[in-house]
């Protein structure tokens, strides 16, 4: 329903960004305590869980402290 870009949360209405809000906040965090970093970062997480047979989405640290968070 969102992602963020950096400090941009692109949401598909206006509902969903109200929904998705605090959740896509934790990933504002994590782009600023990560920097350029956070995108590569989170995308080798993902790659890693995803060979080893986890979930590439529900499995990645970023998300699962997103959603500990903000759930
Ligand atoms: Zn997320």
Known sequence: MAM???HV???QTAAALD???EHELVHV???ERWGP???P???V???VIWLRGGDA???NPFERQAYRLAP
């Open 57 to 59: 989405y529900r499995d």
């Open 9 to 11: 949360i692109l949401g």
């Open 41 to 43: 970062a989170y995308l």
């Open 19 to 21: 929904l998705t809000r």
């Open 29 to 31: 965090r994590q782009y």
């Open 37 to 39: 970093l956070f995108i």
């Open 45 to 47: 997480c993902s790659a």
């Open 4 to 6: 963020t870009w950096g």
